[in-house]
């Protein structure tokens, strides 16, 4: 590493804050920032190098964002003399390390810039992954170096919902047009809805060759999403069934006849009724609890009675299904 | 159009292994390939993470064949999945992966190295198939060598079924078999009939064979594989696993049925295996990255109780039951009467099934 001069107060105006080549942080709040520099001033001064003539900042960009929101012409600034790009970025990235832990984004943006950089991917999978907590694997070099070129769109859910890495990878697959139809139906729902609802759109459009954003455009998803009846999280609900019934049309269709038998039958509350995990056997699960014996035999009379009627039958009866509907799919 | 037969791009050879014939036998067969003596676990380890660092190291894998030796045991019983019908059967591993690349391949997931391996210390081999036929003498054994790499893929290089041939020849209690979906069967010696040696061939519908199966024969390669072993004495066998769901699949099973009887006679086959397509859900996300143009995948499969995803029970029985029929029909020309006589008929004969 080469020199850096003792910090010296530089005009903000100087810097060119076009050239964000050294920046990794894009999504962040600097309001706590703002308070603590009009309360007591900017203490660590930015860092800063020269390219073609004019000042880039490497490393500061909250604090950079904090100042000029304050109004502040001048800061305190120390000078990098380092014209390698790489070995600059190298500033940003160890001076950051040591303080704070990388949001996903950032930690794409790092591994983005180091490879733009000319860093080799062995080398950034050996020594920069572990630093970020990352597994050093191919799998996950390819997935931040993807993450770097997510859409805005989708780059700003994954920061403002703190959205966990395993759902901004699927975001990946898909193309911007798509996420901008996607990424509103997704932020209402919890984790595991989302990564059912991403994994079921992919899979659909894979086996149906449309593309999510025209499978969306189907009038019953249209819909849903045009009605004013329900809010935001009713609509991402239903859309997600709609999803799951085409996604899985034979196991849904069972698993709504059997529901609408027990309706049919009135089965009595407080007695669960449960088929095997998928339909995988014939077998049924009935369970109820009790508290003493005029309790269990209250369960019992009433099972008595509900298996008594004819539509009890209906419980074991399933849809048929022909292969046709897979030359529908 | 004949397939290829397949050469390494490069040969690594254990330091163990160099003065085994078998290695000078392979060697043989590959004047001109690059070949690189490994004298140490530091230098394989290596070696496997260039490979393990390559964007599709599966496929890298595939062009680098590893000679060495077997330390452990070559005869283990088949790792049948927990909770469903075994098969009780033997395997040899003799050699693991396998040159062809198929999109739904269990040996992507199964198997830790991804280059192929050939072990060369036959004679460890002959004296531990001589102790386990003795212990197991009194039973009938049902062994082969096509469960972790293709029987035949590697044979014009190894030459190792005449070898596995004449040592299994004549034992009255074993049947051994040799499991291919090559139409590579040059090196096989004819053979007195009726033997106890099988050659059984991985069939499927004609789209799965050509979408699916990268660097297999076409179904009908393979057939005339099969007729032209039976000619030299064999048995075959036929193994319709994966069956796989597909617009049109009915038609084109049977189509593969209706040929397998027309190209075989019935007299020759000693068995047909059927199985539904299951993979665990560790092999959905290898297929998809190394083959994302495959829709396989995309159907109602649901994790079963074994952790494997497999297609909803109706499509399954379904799948199972249609080309179960068109082999009775086609190959015996009768079929059991009653409501679902082939499905009872066949069930209690399945294996990889769920024992409920």
Known sequence: MKNIFEPKQLDLHKLNLEDTRFRISEFFSSDRLVLSIKKIGLLHPLLVTLREGRFVLVSGWKRLSACLKLGISSAPVLILDEPDDLKAFLFTLYENLAGREFPLLEKAEIVSRLYTFGMAGSRIMKNILPLLQVPPTAFYLDSFLSLSKLDPIAKKAIAGKNLPFLIARMLVEFQAEDLERIIPLLLPLGQNKQKEVLEDLLEISKRKNVSPRDFLETPGIQAVLQSSKWPPVQKSERVRLALRRERFPHLTAWEENFQLALRELRWPRGISLEPAPYFETDDMEASFRFRDEREFRAHLRKLLEVSSRPEFQKIFIRPRRTSKSLEKN | ?356
Request: proline share 7%; with cysteine.
């Open chain 2, 1 to 356: 159009m004949a397939s290829l037969p397949y050469y390494p791009d490069k040969v690594y050879i254990d330091k163990k292994s160099l003065d085994f014939p078998l290695t000078k036998r392979i060697l043989g067969h590959l004047d001109g390939v690059p070949q690189e003596i490994v004298p140490s676990p530091r230098r394989k380890q290596a070696i496997l993470e260039a490979i393990r660092s390559s964007k599709d190291p599966i496929g890298e894998g595939k062009r680098i064949l590893y000679l060495t030796v077997q330390k452990g045991r070559f005869v283990k019983p088949c790792p049948c999945t927990p909770r469903v019908i075994g098969c009780g059967y033997f395997i040899i591993n003799l050699n693991l992966q396998c040159p062809l690349d198929c999109t739904y391949c269990i040996l992507q997931h199964y198997l830790a190295e991804p280059w192929l391996t050939v072990f060369v210390n036959l004679e460890d081999l002959w004296h531990e198939l001589d102790d386990f036929l003795e212990k197991h003498h009194r039973r009938a054994i049902r062994i082969g060598t096509g469960e972790l790499g293709d029987s035949l893929a590697l044979d014009h290089l190894t030459g190792l079924s005449a070898d596995l041939i004449s040592y299994f020849r004549g034992k009255a209690n074993v049947c051994f078999e040799l499991k291919t979906k090559t139409a590579g069967i040059g090196d096989l010696p004819a053979v007195q009939r009726p033997g106890n040696i099988v050659v059984s061939w991985s069939l499927n519908a004609g789209k799965i064979a050509g979408e699916e199966e990268r660097g297999a024969p076409p179904v009908i390669e393979r057939l005339q594989a099969a007729r032209a072993v039976v000619k030299k004495g064999y048995r075959v066998g036929f193994h319709f696993d994966p069956l796989v769901r597909f617009p049109g699949w009915e038609r084109e099973y049977e189509e593969v049925v209706r040929k397998l009887f027309q190209v075989i006679p019935a007299s020759s086959i000693v068995w047909l295996s059927l199985g539904a397509l299951r993979f665990p859900p560790a092999l959905k996300k290898i297929i998809q990255a190394r083959f994302p143009e495959t829709k396989i995948i995309y159907d109602e499969f649901i994790l079963g109780r074994d952790g494997k995803l497999r297609y909803f029970r109706p499509l399954r029985l379904e799948l199972l039951r249609s080309v179960g029929e068109e082999i009775w029909r086609d190959g015996l020309a009768w079929k059991p009467r009653g409501k679902r006589a082939v499905e009872n008929t066949l069930f209690p004969r399945l294996w990889g099934q769920d024992k409920s």
